[in-house]
């Protein structure tokens, strides 16, 4: 048979690479990335290139509805008309007996845009509940509420063509070489190429991006405020301030000089526990008001308690040199999934509404009842629950119904064993998905097959605001369908027939498009023709307009009074402290070969060999007072739950730190789950949890040492 190519959005990383498959007999020959294609111009990392192997046959694949009669009993496999009655009559009952907000989904930002706003249009608009969220609120909330707060909008001002004019990249909270490949790759082409480039990396861990950089500042853990707080007060101290922008664009430095000029600089040096040298070396790369400054910065700086501090910190350093709405410069939030950003344009969080409007907001709520032709009143004007409260209040009988679509919260929420017992206590869950067993699949009472990367139609916006279609040039396994097709469906026989009639995902994106007319995630002139041909970045406000590479760029913010706004953030120490009891700090993250829960990436051979399983890196001296050698299987154990790792000993962290990635889930193995240790507290305002700081002790015992793994 002949063979054929089709282009598709990477199903990894926020980077969002465009990549090429070649086809034949619906098995991938190839799988390749076009030289003059943006975003990643012919380079792919080995996640993205080694797609071909998670196609290579369907094992583990979930190819066909399953309906589990009782908990715990094997589902058998019905048809999609029996799979689609069951679950909307179960979710009318559930309805009907216990309230609207019984109800809760749980998404994901590695859903396309089309499905994120048909079930927030079903959820928000028609079931009249905000019970929506979404692992995006572990991951971009903080970021998000950062950008709000100074910008009036969410969604970064830059681009990655900003990276051939940056001459600092400060690198904060964020691993890209291993996490962001093909970014950090442009990076380095930039430091190569210009001799005054400069790579700068805050992380309590010598990472692989940190051994890349120019300076490394192995911060202590949640330090990130006082950091950027003392650079911030010492080039405040040699006049570095940009006076013409921060007197015509912001509001509140006084304010903000203020309480810099009140800070204790030896004090903010022993919270973040550093070399003073670093901040010199910093501070003069920042000294010249000639050097582009753009920051980087991803969970490090968000999955924390003060993670809204964090960003506003960081934004704040920004605005004070004037570095927004520049070539080269800005402060710019990476997306961790393919669609986050493109989630929350269509307000997939439980407080949003598309394009980035709220529902605390009358005006927008009015808006959408009038688009989506619902009563006045229909759209609830309180926030729904977030990620963690929605398990929380699974677990006290308050949700009855989760529908869980392309996320395996058994696995990836703090403090695992809550997630767990929402689940189970639930009456009905549904997961969608499309493996089969996954950790929380255990709990469904109906599985629906979902069609995955390559076998659907849609549209995903990366990192940098382009937004970019993919094609369909796989057919999925046996009956799987695309998510759209799923939700509308189900909408329709739960009586939304008129509202839900869409036969492509093309329908879906018209209609989603008109809405954000006038946003400032304007996706008015992306047609579907236009789509087809090219990627464009949003605000694109016609379908004439070439779309936008910079936002902000005549300093005009979407704050009331068009200005950006400088915070006074206060360093706050992560929530949980170590004690006598529990002495090491724990800190979580990822590889560069896995991706979260490893439902695609563990099943290919040339990924898993570098990483094959759970480690803990411990520095050498803390490992010689606690006896443990390198290679040795050791005990996490915290303040909730335990797990196992194999010890590497390594100088790359800093002592009294330990770091474990979080990609094993109980599939793997039960205990390996770093999750049963993590903390669920969470960011006051953005409600995203503190997965990077957690109390730990370790345990060596007899049992760990003879386990054969
Ligand atoms: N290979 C791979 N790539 C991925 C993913 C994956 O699973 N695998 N997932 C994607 C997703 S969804 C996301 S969100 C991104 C995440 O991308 P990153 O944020 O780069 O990933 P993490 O490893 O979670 O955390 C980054 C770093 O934060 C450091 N850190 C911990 N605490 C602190 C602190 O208090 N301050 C500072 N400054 N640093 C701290 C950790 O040591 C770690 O090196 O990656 C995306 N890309
Ligand atoms: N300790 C610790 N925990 C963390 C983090 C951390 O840094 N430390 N990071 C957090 C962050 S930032 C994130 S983003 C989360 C990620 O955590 P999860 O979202 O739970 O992780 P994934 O393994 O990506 O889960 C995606 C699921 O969707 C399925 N899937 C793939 N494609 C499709 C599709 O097209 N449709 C459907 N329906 N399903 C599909 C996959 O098979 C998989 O089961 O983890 C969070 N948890
Ligand atoms: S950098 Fe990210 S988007 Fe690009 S190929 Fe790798 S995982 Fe995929
Ligand atoms: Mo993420």
């Keep these: 048979m002949k063979s054929s190519t089709g282009k598709a959005v990477c199903p990894y990383c926020g980077v969002g690479c465009v990549i090429r498959a070649t086809v034949q007999d619906n098995k991938i020959t190839k799988?390749?990335?076009?030289d003059d294609v943006a975003p990643n111009f012919g380079m792919l990392c080995p996640k993205g290139a080694h797609l071909k192997q998670v196609f290579q046959n369907h094992d583990g694949r979930l190819a066909y509805p399953m309906i589990r009669e009782r908990k715990g009993e094997t589902p058998r496999q019905v048809s999609w008309e029996q799979a689609i009655a069951f679950t909307?009559?179960?979710?009318?009952?559930?309805?009907?007996?216990?309230?609207?907000?019984?109800?809760?989904?749980?998404?994901?930002?590695?859903?396309?845009?089309?499905?994120?706003?048909i079930f927030n249009k079903l959820f928000k608009g028609f079931l009249r509940t905000n019970n929506i969220d979404t692992n995006s609120r572990l991951c971009m909330s903080s970021a998000v509420v950062g950008y709000m707060q100074a910008f009036g909008s969410d969604g970064p001002p830059t681009c990655y063509d900003d990276i051939q004019y940056a001459d600092v990249f400060l690198i904060i909270g964020a691993n890209m070489a291993a996490n962001h490949p093909v970014l950090f790759q442009m990076i380095r082409k930039r430091r190569a190429s210009e001799p005054n480039a400069r790579i700068i990396a805050v992380d309590p861990r010598r990472t692989q991006t940190a051994e890349f950089s120019d300076v490394h500042v192995p911060l202590a853990p949640g330090s990130d405020v006082a950091f950027l707080q003392l650079i911030a007060k010492r080039l405040l101290a040699i006049g570095r301030v940009d006076r013409r922008f921060v007197q015509r664009n912001t509001e509140n430095f006084s304010a903000y000089k203020n309480h810099l000029e009140s800070l204790d600089e030896d004090t903010l040096l022993s919270i973040c526990d550093i070399h003073p040298g670093r901040i010199n070396e910093i501070v003069e790369f920042l000294s010249k008001p000639?050097?582009?400054?753009?920051?980087?910065?991803?969970?490090?700086?968000?999955?924390?308690?003060?993670?809204?501090?964090?960003?506003?910190?960081?934004?704040?350093l920004h605005l004070q040199l004037g570095e927004v709405g520049i070539?080269?410069?800005g402060p710019f939030s990476l997306t961790g999934q393919p669609n986050a950003m493109g989630g929350r344009e269509v307000g997939y969080l439980s407080h949003q509404l598309p394009g980035y409007r709220v529902v605390t907001n009358d005006m927008h709520r009015a808006y959408l009842e009038g688009a989506w032709r619902i009563p006045p009143g229909s759209i609830d004007p309180e926030p729904g629950l977030t990620a963690v409260p929605m398990f929380e209040a699974a677990e006290a009988?308050?949700?009855?119904?989760?529908?869980i679509v392309c996320t395996n919260p058994a696995v990836s929420m703090p403090d695992t064993k809550v997630s767990q017992a929402g689940l189970k206590r639930a009456d009905f869950v549904?997961?969608?998905?499309?493996?089969?067993?996954?950790?929380?699949?255990?709990?469904?009472?109906?599985?629906?097959?979902?069609?995955?990367?390559g076998e659907k139609r849609g549209t995903m916006t990366n990192s940098e605001r382009l937004v970019v279609r993919s094609d369909k040039f796989l057919d999925p396994p046996g009956e799987a369908k695309p998510d759209w097709w799923i939700f509308s469906q189900i909408a329709k026989v739960m009586g939304f027939k008129r509202d839900f009639d869409f036969h492509n995902h093309e329908e879906i994106w018209d209609e989603y498009r008109l809405l954000t007319a006038g946003t400032p995630c304007d996706q008015m002139g992306m047609t579907n023709e236009r789509l087809e041909k090219t990627s464009l970045r949003w605000p694109c406000p016609n379908p004439r307009h070439p779309g936008t590479l910079r936002r902000y760029t005549r300093r005009k913010f979407f704050t009331e009074s068009g200005k950006a706004q400088f915070k006074t953030p206060v360093y706050q120490p992560p929530d949980e402290n170590t004690d006598s009891e529990f002495p090491f700090g724990l800190t979580t993250g990822r590889v560069a070969s896995q991706w979260h829960t490893r439902t695609r990436t563990g099943k290919v051979p040339q990924l898993t060999r570098k990483d094959p399983e759970p480690f803990v890196e411990i520095h050498p001296d803390d490992a010689s007072e606690n006896e443990v050698e390198d290679g040795e299987w050791?005990?996490?154990?915290?303040?909730?739950?335990?797990?196992?790792a194999r010890a590497r000993v390594t100088d790359t962290i800093r002592r009294g730190l330990l770091f474990t990635p979080f990609h094993w889930g109980d599939l793997f193995h039960a205990e390996t789950n770093v999750n049963y240790v993590t903390n669920s507290a969470f960011d006051p305002v953005s409600k995203q949890p503190e997965l990077k700081f957690c109390a730990v002790r370790i345990e060596v015992d007899d049992v760990s040492k003879k386990r054969n793994w």
């Design 430 to 453: 549904i997961v969608q998905d499309c493996y089969y067993p996954t950790e929380t699949a255990e709990y469904a009472d109906v599985l629906l097959p979902a069609a995955q990367w």
């Design 327 to 329: 070539r080269g410069a």
């Design 634 to 644: 050791i005990y996490l154990v915290g303040r909730r739950g335990r797990c196992y």
């Design 290 to 316: 000639s050097n582009r400054l753009l920051t980087f910065y991803c969970q490090g700086t968000n999955q924390s308690t003060s993670g809204v501090d964090k960003n506003v910190a960081l934004i704040n």
């Design 88 to 117: 909307a009559n179960r979710l009318q009952e559930i309805r009907l007996e216990h309230g609207k907000d019984a109800l809760a989904l749980y998404g994901s930002g590695q859903l396309d845009t089309e499905t994120s706003y």
């Design 31 to 34: 799988i390749s990335a076009d």
């Design 397 to 403: 009988g308050d949700v009855r119904a989760l529908w």
